[in-house]
T-cell receptor, first 120, second 112 residues
Framework: EAGVVQSPRYKIIEKKQPVAFWCNPISGHNTLYWYRQNLGQGPELLIRYENEEAVDDSQLPKDRFSAERLKGVDSTLKIQPAELGDSAVYLC??????????????????FGSGTQLSVL | RKEVEQDPGPFNVPEGATVAFNCTYSNSASQSFFWYRQDCRKEPKLLMSVYSSGNEDGRFTAQLNRASQYISLLIRDSKLSDSATYLCVVNPASGGSYIPTFGRGTSLIVHP
């Protein structure tokens, strides 16, 4: 079974440039998450999708960040314009569901390999 | 106070040692608890779910203490390959909140 697929693996851009990340979750997983991880810190949630609906996006800096999950499958996360402080690893994860319904344990997260973003 | 707190370490132990990590959480309504392992420059991978009764998987034992709001991970007979960062994850998984929240991780270094 294919895991969570993310691209690109690395991205180097100059500040004020736009950048986009792509994620394809595990087939059949309804819930998709975008996390950001800074060096020496744990991942921090940016946005969570239940199918195509964004249900937790309070931590997403909406002035420059946007995300979409059309058709409830793959997702893109965009930053425009990028700032120096956006340098981090952007991780996509999926789970069977969020635990809001269904079996206990369905909310286990499976991560993609992440995108290392460097803003110069 | 952070929602999920971990001692960042590093814990530096010799091969064969037993080492334990604790993780405290602030949301008493939390229902789901996990330990993830993250190798350098890699993504987090699920190590263990943590059940109310505690659970064991080979050399790894996870326990939950709801009264004191902490979970623990015990590693026995440490191997060099256990060197990694161990992330604690807490998910309310109830009451409309389903956000898996990570601690900052505890770094483990196992040396020969």
């Amino acid at each position: 079974e294919a895991g969570v697929v993310q691209s690109p693996r690395y991205k180097i851009i100059e500040k004020k440039q736009p950048v986009a990340f792509w994620c394809n979750p595990i087939s059949g997983h309804n819930t998709l998450y975008w996390y950001r991880q800074n060096l020496g810190q744990g991942p921090e949630l940016l946005i969570r999708y239940e199918n195509e609906e964004a249900v937790d996006d309070s931590q997403l800096p909406k002035d420059r960040f946007s995300a979409e999950r059309l058709k409830g499958v793959d997702s893109t996360l965009k930053i425009q314009p990028a700032e120096l402080g956006d340098s981090a690893v952007y991780l996509c994860a999926s789970s069977l569901n969020s635990g809001s319904w269904g079996g206990f344990g369905d909310e286990k997260l499976f991560f993609g390999s992440g995108t290392q973003l460097s803003v110069l | 106070r952070k929602e999920v707190e971990q001692d960042p370490g590093p814990f530096n132990v010799p091969e064969g040692a037993t080492v334990a990590f604790n993780c405290t959480y602030s949301n008493s309504a939390s229902q789901s608890f996990f330990w993830y392992r993250q190798d350098c420059r890699k993504e987090p991978k699920l190590l263990m779910s943590v059940y109310s009764s505690g659970n064991e998987d080979g050399r790894f034992t996870a326990q939950l203490n709801r009264a004191s709001q902490y979970i623990s991970l015990l590693i026995r007979d440490s191997k060099l390959s256990d060197s990694a960062t161990y992330l604690c994850v807490v998910n309310p998984a109830s009451g409309g909140s389903y956000i898996p929240t990570f601690g900052r991780g505890t770094s483990l270094i196992v040396h020969p």
